[in-house]
């Protein structure tokens, strides 16, 4: 699978020490098998030109104080707070300086941030898929760009999970859906 590389977004996923690291909170050993891809993934499109953009789930400790339904606090428990060694992205990523990071404050990274606006301005088109958890951020971010005609594509072999089902769920669910599933071999940028 080709991508141009001056049309082409490589999206990590909140590969965070809250999810990716054994200390985090949310620690998911599916999420830390994942780094080392991600970072391969990253180097490759970075080396050909493309933009690399990582995701932050980041949660001021208040966010939820006034929340009617959607408590994340509630579901699983205070995680990534604000300025906390939770929220950072977690060591072996090799991001760069010049890679764009999005914070975000849901499991969307469109809904609220500055996403569809940084990607309008580059002139990207396609958006290949990386991080955690698979059937929750990434699947619905990965959705989100599908409905504002991106094409998102998931990495199935970089994407990582609480259980294995749960990521075999979202890579099936986006392909009959929104996206398109491929592996980290299948990918090359020209």
């Known amino acids: 699978m080709r991508f141009d590389p001056d049309r082409t977004a490589v999206v990590i996923v909140d ?6 690291h054994p200390d985090g909170s949310l620690y998911a050993p599916g ?12 180097n490759r499109a970075r080396e050909a030109g493309a933009e690399v953009i990582y995701t932050r789930d980041v949660h001021p400790p208040e966010q939820f104080d006034d929340a009617h339904y959607y408590d994340e606090f509630e579901r699983w428990g205070e995680h990534v707070l604000e300025d906390s060694w ?3 992205l977690v060591d072996g990523l ?10 975000k404050h849901t499991y969307d990274a469109f809904h609220e941030t500055e996403l569809d606006g940084y990607l309008s301005a580059h002139n990207i088109d396609n958006l290949v898929f990386a991080g955690t958890l698979a059937n929750v951020c990434v ?3 990965a ?11 998931l990495v199935e072999d970089a994407i990582g999970f609480i259980e294995e089902a749960d990521r075999d769920y979202a890579l099936d669910h986006a392909e009959w859906l929104f996206g398109e599933v491929t592996d980290l071999d299948a990918i090359s940028f020209a």
């Open 15 to 20: 590969m965070q020490n809250g999810f990716c």
């Open 31 to 42: 999420s830390e098998e994942a780094i080392d891809p991600c970072a391969e993934l990253a």
């Open 143 to 153: 959705g989100s760009a599908g409905l504002r005609d991106y094409r998102p594509v």
């Open 139 to 141: 699947l619905h971010t």
């Open 86 to 88: 939770e929220a950072e």
């Open 94 to 103: 090799g991001a760069d300086p010049d890679d764009h990071v999005v914070v």
